[in-house]
């Protein structure tokens, strides 16, 4: 007997990772992450499929009640010829009607961003975009971030040595 579990709470992202944003996470206080699929024609998805893609200078935002990737690089596929895409195209972003409206209320009302988290296949071999509710870090939080990884790292280095 299998087990499903729907949605992307509890699970782990077993596909294979095309392309993260590293860097949100130091800039931004990631409040609340959403799974978010994508509307790609077919080069796209060979591209994609190649490993090739480019979440970094990448944004969400709310545009006549949908929600759009903007500024993602999906290189062309090398095969695609004439019927290549454009590579630095908006992208349509697939969620709920709620799920859109809780978005564009927390930008407006709240001040806040939707960054691009992490673009990968899901299980099924779709293409999935997690996406995540964030807050702007202040400059003595993201050197706060830093002396914590320092120290992390620093901590890890003296367990090793006394452990040996």
């Known amino acids: 007997m299998s087990s499903k579990s729907g949605g992307a709470k509890g699970k ?3 596909g ?3 392309a993260e944003n590293r ?3 130091y800039d931004y206080h990631i409040e609340d992450t959403l799974e978010a699929g994508l509307v790609l024609v077919g080069t796209e998805v060979k591209s994609l499929r190649e490993g090739r893609g480019n979440i970094a ?3 969400v935002a709310p545009e006549g009640g949908e929600m759009w990737l903007i500024n993602a690089d999906i290189p062309e596929y090398s095969f695609g010829n004439r019927f ?6 908006k992208r349509k972003l697939l969620l709920h009607k ?3 409206e809780r978005l564009t209320q927390a930008v407006q009302r709240r001040g806040m961003t939707i960054v691009p988290l992490k673009m990968y296949f899901n299980d099924k071999g779709r293409v999935k975009l997690l996406i995540g509710l964030a807050r702007g870090k202040k400059l003595h939080d993201k050197r706060e971030t830093e002396r914590k990884r320092d120290w992390q790292r620093q901590k890890a280095r003296l367990m090793r040595q006394l452990g040996r």
Do not use: D, F, L, T
Request: charged share 50%; no cysteine; proline share 5%.
């Open 98 to 100: 709620r799920e859109i």
């Open 12 to 14: 782990k992202n077993g």
């Open 23 to 25: 860097r949100a996470r």
């Open 16 to 18: 294979k990772v095309v």
């Open 57 to 59: 200078e990448s944004y």
């Open 84 to 89: 290549n895409h454009e590579p630095r195209r």
